[in-house]
């Protein structure tokens, strides 16, 4: 999806205590370089009485105490890091993400592929062949939000959640794909399972790849994956990783 983004955003009360800076209103890569260039300025030099800085697809949600930090001070900090040069903290990655999509983990892709009038190889040569960026984390820990979902499997969500899935999974729905780290009941489809743990709380970095970074996936079976599985939950990083 592409949109305009207007010149100044929309500053939103979230409570007493959080102000949201909104950029646009639709999953757009332009919209997500200006949330995460004024949340890398706002992380450079934390303002004093900002508690947390949380990014999405289209906006940066920041908490502060309102008794340390006044609004309007807050909203005047935000305008004067959005008037300096935009400094990236970091380079984008490009991530490979090994995924089986084989029985018995991929246990919505026939259903997802008949729906959308393909069949499972089809399908699976389509999610496998585009290049996605991680647009946000949310929803439970190390879900990661991934646009560039291609149009001809671009599915929507299920009317009713189907019943717990595994832990690792890959998914699409609502012309999206992600990758749930818990297993939960959901109304997207499970199309794969990535040996990778993208979210390890004894890391020194839990989350293993940042909003703003791409990802793609290579198809392994169901052997492969087993090898990997076990290597991952010793800790090891399987996933490759290139920066620009």
């Given at each position: ?74 909203v005047a900090l935000v305008e004067e890091r959005l008037a300096a040069p935009v400094a990236h903290a970091r ?85 999206l794909s992600a990758i749930a780290t818990f297993s939960m009941p959901t109304g997207w489809y499970v199309v ?53």
């Open positions: 999806m592409t949109s305009e983004c207007p010149l100044r955003p929309r500053f939103l009360d979230a409570g007493e205590a959080a102000l949201v800076v909104e950029f646009g209103t639709e999953v757009d890569p332009a919209i997500s370089d200006r949330v995460l260039a004024l949340d890398a300025a706002l992380a450079a030099a934390t303002p004093e009485g900002v508690r947390e800085l949380v990014p999405t697809y289209r906006s940066l949600m920041i908490h502060y105490d309102p008794l340390r930090l006044g609004r309007d001070a807050l380079a984008a990655s490009l991530w490979t993400l090994p995924c089986c999509y084989d029985e018995p983990y991929g246990e919505d892709l026939a259903e997802m592929a008949a729906i959308m009038g393909l069949s499972a190889a089809e399908a699976v040569a389509i999610h496998a062949g585009a290049t996605y960026r991680a647009y946000m984390y949310g929803f439970a820990p190390g879900f990661t939000y991934l646009g560039g979902l291609p149009e001809e499997i671009a599915i929507s969500r299920r009317t009713k959640p189907r019943p717990p899935h595994d832990t690792k999974v890959v998914l699409v729905g609502g012309g794969g399972r990535t040996p990778e743990r993208l979210y390890a709380p004894e890391r020194p970095s839990a989350f293993l790849i940042e909003p703003g970074d791409s990802l793609r996936f290579e198809p392994i079976d169901v052997a492969t994956f087993a090898r990997l599985d076990a290597r991952a939950e010793s800790g090891e990083v399987i996933a490759l990783r290139q920066t620009a």
